[in-house]
């Protein structure tokens, strides 16, 4: 900002408090979105633990008003989840945006030499707390679609006879649809995304290893105009 503006006492505390209420709301984005993926996934898990102790203790016998009554209760829970997504979808999307850029941008300055030892103490702090933050988002957040998806495993188990009507639409169900924080529609937080955003910032990385240590010790080459191309071309 200095490039900028004059130095003054009076802009250093405010560009510091903008700094710090900047870093607070970042990490309040965060840690309320664990929060109520934490929420979510132990009301599905809560149905989970029902249906798993009903199966071990061989009482989980085909009863159509039992699977109505557990059919109902995971509908309300999938209507809430859609709920709390319309709610808070824009703050997902922006906090994994965030997140995404700040850890690409860190990880773009991992070759660089600092000049004290401090400065790489902070670096590698910043850039590992970060890396854990985010990490921690994606798996709370992940956890309600892999709670949410539980009970099929249970419904496999059920043998033929047992089967009922609303036992195929609760299995339908299951199957068809994502049950899932999402991030405006554009992405839905699964453990799927998570490897798939590891792997784009790993390949990014060594994409601009390489490019670093291609142009290492090469001067400024100027960029090539439309003029000269049309020059080369007609030549």
Not at 148 to 171: C, H, M, Q, T, Y
Not at 218 to 233: L, M, T, V
Request: proline residues 3%; hydrophobic residues 50%; aromatic residues 16%.
């Amino acid at each position: 900002m200095y490039s900028f503006v004059p130095y003054s006492t009076a802009s250093a505390l405010f560009f510091m408090y903008v700094s710090f209420a900047l870093t607070l709301y970042w990490n309040y984005l965060d840690v309320f979105i664990i929060l109520i993926s934490i929420a979510i996934a132990t009301r599905f898990d809560q149905i989970n633990t029902h249906l798993r102790t009903l199966a071990g203790g061989g009482v989980l016998i085909p009863n159509e008003p039992f699977w109505i009554r557990v059919r109902t209760h995971y509908v309300s829970l999938c209507e809430l989840l859609d709920e709390v997504d319309r709610a808070i979808a824009w703050i997902v999307l922006i906090s994994c945006a965030t997140n995404l850029y700040f850890i690409c941008l860190q990880i773009l300055n991992v070759s660089q030499k600092l000049r004290y030892p401090m400065n790489d103490v902070y670096y590698w702090f910043s850039l590992l707390f970060l890396i854990g933050r985010t990490a921690t988002l994606f798996l709370c957040a992940a956890h309600i679609h892999e709670a949410a998806k539980r009970p099929l495993d249970i419904v496999a188990k059920i043998p033929n006879n047992g089967w009922s009507v609303e036992l195929d639409r609760f299995s339908s169900q299951l199957k068809s649809e994502t049950i899932a924080l999402s991030g405006m529609g554009f992405f839905h937080i699964t453990r799927q995304l998570l490897f798939s955003m590891a792997g784009t910032i790993v390949t990014y990385e060594l994409v601009m290893l390489k490019f670093d240590k291609e142009s290492e010790g090469k001067g400024y080459i100027r960029p090539c105009s439309f003029f000269d191309i049309e020059k080369k071309w007609l030549t």
